[in-house]
T-cell receptor, first 116, second 111 residues
Framework: GAVVSQHPSRVICKSGTSVKIECRSL??????MFWYRQFPKQSLMLMAT?????????EQGVEKDKFLINHASLTLSTLTVTSAHPEDSSFYIC????????????FGPGTRLLVL | QKEVEQNSGPLSVPEGAIASLNCTYS??????FFWYRQYSGKSPELIMS????GDKEDGRFTAQLNKASQYVSLLIRDSQPSDSATYLC???????????FGTGTQLKVEL
């Protein structure tokens, strides 16, 4: 299957700082990338959908000014958690899809964020 | 009502047995369904996708879809301890643009 990478895999930061997470599709062009968040013992919750070259679509309850998403190329999307707080500590996972609709989403390995 | 529902488990089966995982969904417009496996601390990995009513087999895995009953299942034959993980059922919703996940079923395969 297709390969999606994320960087960093783990990050610890102080409260109030910003953290950027990168998601890359390594062997295909991702027209759409998705950002999920997963709290312990819970399922994946979609945060936002981003299409290359356009603004991200955020799910209800997700603050667009706090979670900045940029999808500047067909192989790279970034999620920036601004002014992070301890409650933002979570497992952030991106996925990428080559086409649309039925096309399979391939998941990155995830980024574990801990805000102190 | 949640869009995709699964029994959280844990479901315990002995090694070599068949594990049966079930999932129901509420959006009748959903046409595509996926089973993902997630090991603790890792991201999900795709096991199977299914789009048509009936069975779809891939190695030890068989996915079953019944759109009339809005029911998806995953059978794992000859279960191995390495199959112990959380299995996530997902449906393509929102007009076919986004995946909605169930809460997952924890499977434990015991020696």
């Amino acid at each position: 299957g297709a390969v999606v990478s994320q960087h960093p895999s783990r990050v610890i930061c102080k409260s109030g700082t910003s953290v950027k997470i990168e998601c890359r599709s390594l062997d295909f062009q991702a027209t759409t990338m998705f950002w999920y968040r997963q709290f312990p013992k819970q399922s994946l919750m979609l945060m936002a959908t981003s299409n290359e070259g356009s603004k991200a679509t955020y799910e209800q309850g997700v603050e667009k000014d706090k979670f900045l998403i940029n999808h500047a190329s067909l192989t790279l999307s970034t999620l920036t958690v601004t002014s992070a707080h301890p409650e933002d500590s979570s497992f952030y996972i991106c996925s990428a899809r080559e086409g649309s609709g039925r096309e399979t989403q391939y998941f990155g390995p995830g980024t574990r964020l801990l805000v102190l | 009502q949640k869009e995709v529902e699964q029994n959280s488990g844990p479901l315990s089966v002995p090694e070599g047995a068949i594990a049966s995982l079930n999932c129901t969904y509420s959006d009748r417009g959903s046409q595509s369904f996926f089973w993902y496996r997630q090991y603790s601390g890792k991201s999900p990995e795709l096991i199977m996708s299914i789009y048509s009513n009936g069975d779809k087999e891939d190695g030890r895995f068989t996915a079953q879809l019944n759109k009339a009953s809005q029911y998806v299942s995953l059978l794992i034959r000859d279960s191995q301890p390495s199959d112990s993980a959380t299995y996530l059922c997902a449906a393509l919703t929102g007009g076919g643009n986004k995946l909605t996940f169930g809460t997952g079923t924890q499977l434990k395969v015991e020696l």
